[in-house]
């Protein structure tokens, strides 16, 4: 709790330094890769644009082994150079601990915060049903990003690994630039 809170405050420190704000969060690539079939695998996994104005992500993992009890999330954030470096973030959440209290991590909530209302990831575990992200528009990363924290641009990489019971079965990684 105390590690999460300076980490954050550090961050925020580190973003204010470098004072580039953002103006816009453009997706470039998204995908989903199963590492353990047996236990899941990915119904889809896609970027949208409806129009210039309208984009969005959605994706859905099936889980075969429900109910799930024991989740853990790591989340690298890697910024391009030459190839993707680890950039601030790669921290490991005990999903099941957070979901039970989500104020008592302020770096798990506020990414949760990018995908919570447009998904059924928002309840206390057991997890007994597939796990579904819908129609996640770009405005609302975008208002997520830049209301929040500036940040500097770039090319980024987002990259999610979903363990339970210690075994990372899939990998959600969206690729995204900062302008
Ligand atoms: C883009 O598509 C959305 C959803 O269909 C619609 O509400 C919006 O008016 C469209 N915008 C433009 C500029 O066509
Ligand atoms: C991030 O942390 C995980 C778990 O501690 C580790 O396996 C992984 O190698 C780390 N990634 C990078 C890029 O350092
Ligand atoms: C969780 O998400 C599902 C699907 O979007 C929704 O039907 C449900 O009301 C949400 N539950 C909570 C507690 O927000």
């Given at each position: 709790m105390f590690t999460q809170s300076s980490r954050l405050v550090e961050l925020i420190v580190f973003l204010y330094l470098i004072n580039q704000i953002v103006s816009k969060v453009e997706f470039t690539n998204i995908k989903c890769t199963s590492l353990d079939t047996d236990f899941t695998d990915i119904d889809y996994c896609f970027l949208k644009s409806v129009n210039r104005s309208y984009k969005y992500l959605s994706l859905k993992i099936k889980l075969?082994?429900?109910?799930?009890t024991k989740v853990k999330v790591n989340v690298e954030l890697m910024k391009r150079y030459s190839g993707y470096k680890p950039f601030l973030y790669n921290v490991t959440v005990d999903a099941c601990q957070f979901l039970k209290?989500?104020?008592?991590?302020p770096i798990a909530f506020y990414l949760h915060g990018f995908f919570r209302e447009f998904s059924n990831m928002n309840h206390t575990c057991p997890f007994d049903h597939d796990l579904i992200v819908e129609k996640l528009s770009v405005d609302r990363i975008n208002r997520h990003v830049t209301e929040v924290l500036p940040f500097p641009t770039g090319d980024y990489l987002f990259r999610s690994n979903w363990i339970a019971y210690d075994i990372n079965r899939a990998k959600v990684d969206v690729y995204f630039t900062l302008s």
């Open positions: 075969f082994k429900t109910p799930i209290n989500t104020k008592s991590n």
